[in-house]
């Protein structure tokens, strides 16, 4: 079951999805891997600084974030991948590095690369290592209102 701030909010919105367990699993390509999910279909949470406040860049599993197009896109002056001593307070329901994308329900803006709008699905982290939620995009888009910005690099 996704944590559960996150799947009380799903339920309320009436969203449908579905809960895929599988292994453990604690990088992205393990996880699309385990969950037997195309990586580049799987989204991935990174946390990053822009200027003084963090956000969530949302990007395919196998890709990296761009941070100088981060930073353009915005407006920030700077664009830093946050430590997890920065964010982990942030997320206390969650294991580190599986926080779901949902800015909204953690005090954050969500910046989703553009790559992930053009399948009908998203699927992602669930909050522990064990689990992802796939959901239909327009969806999520409905919910978190990403601002959908170019910020992926391949890997």
Known sequence: ????VLKEFLDREGVRYTSIRHSPAFTAQEVAHYAHVSGKHLAKTVIVKLDDRLAMAVIPA?????????REATGAQHADLASETEFQMRFPDCDLGAMPPFGNLYGMEVYLDSQLTHDPEIAFAAGSHDEVVRLAYADFE???RPRVVELAVHA
Do not use: G
Not at 1 to 4: E, F, I, K
Not at 62 to 70: C, G, I, Q, S
């Open 1 to 4: 079951m996704p944590v559960p």
């Open 62 to 70: 196998p890709e990296r974030v761009d941070l100088t197009a981060l």
């Open 142 to 144: 409905r919910i978190v």
